[in-house]
């Protein structure tokens, strides 16, 4: 997780949040575009055929995205059974 600091958009789960706030100093950050280009790293651009084709080689990548796709959709229906059996225990 420290080691992605400086992604615009990350989910983190609870119990890390909580682990990160309950650390001391400062998270320095890691990843930042404007070093990305300073290290001659080279700008990469897709469009959707060949973004379809790089993650189709890249096994790892697609099970992890598969992977959180089905995570994600398990915990929305848990939110929402929270959120139904919050509501209907406020009535």
Known sequence: MLALAGCDLLTIAPPLMDALDQAE???P???DPTHALSD???R???DEPSFRWALNEDAMAT???SEGIRNFAADTV???RFA???CTQCR
Do not use: D, M, N
């Open 78 to 80: 848990e939110l929402e």
């Open 40 to 42: 001659g790293e080279a």
């Open 44 to 46: 990469v651009s897709f």
């Open 63 to 65: 099970e992890k995205l």
């Open 84 to 86: 139904f059996e919050t």
């Open 29 to 31: 950050r890691r990843l």
């Open 25 to 27: 100093g400062e998270v």
